[in-house]
């Protein structure tokens, strides 16, 4: 269902990720302003998400640029340009997703608020908020983590840190 309105979704994923970095949410379990209710992630019936093999590749891909920054963002010697090319990963893969994966609407609804927070982290990274850059990290972080933990993604590890 991502792929059904790519531009809009993409907008909506961005609105959403700009009101939780104004209201300084630092979980990516808290809850979203969506349609006048507050939305937050949840599992189906007690069980995770179902993914698409698009999906599944894109988060893989987020999680490994991640992994792989980690233990220069923690000797802190990842530079600003090091941050704006994760942040840069994070966004293209995030358009892959919207582009190719197919959920159902329940699923897809609980995917857009994954997709929020890393899109605020990547927003973080960039250096366009107050925040340093090193807390965009961690929110993309945090949002890996609940992706492993909402949706079914065989063998999934989050990117330690």
């Known amino acids: 269902m991502l792929n059904k309105f790519p531009p809009l979704l993409l907008a909506l994923a961005m609105a959403l990720s700009a009101n ?52 220069a963002i923690h000797r802190q010697q990842f530079a600003d340009g090091d941050y704006q090319a994760l942040a840069a990963t994070v966004h293209q893969r995030v358009a892959y997703m919207v582009d190719h994966c197919k959920l159902d609407a329940q699923a897809d609804a609980m995917l857009h608020l994954v997709i929020a927070e890393l899109l605020a982290g990547a927003e973080i990274m960039e250096g366009k908020t107050a925040s ?30």
């Open 20 to 71: 939780a970095q104004a209201a300084g949410a630092a979980d990516a379990h808290h809850a979203h302003e969506h349609g006048g209710a507050a939305a937050t992630l949840r599992l189906n019936d007690g069980k995770q998400w179902p993914t698409d093999e698009p999906l599944r590749q894109a988060m893989g891909e987020i999680n490994g640029a991640l992994a792989k920054a980690l233990p």
């Open 132 to 161: 340093p850059r090193h807390d965009g990290a961690v929110r993309v972080r945090a949002a890996l983590k609940s992706y492993g933990k909402y949706f079914r993604h065989p063998g999934w590890v989050t990117a330690k840190g």
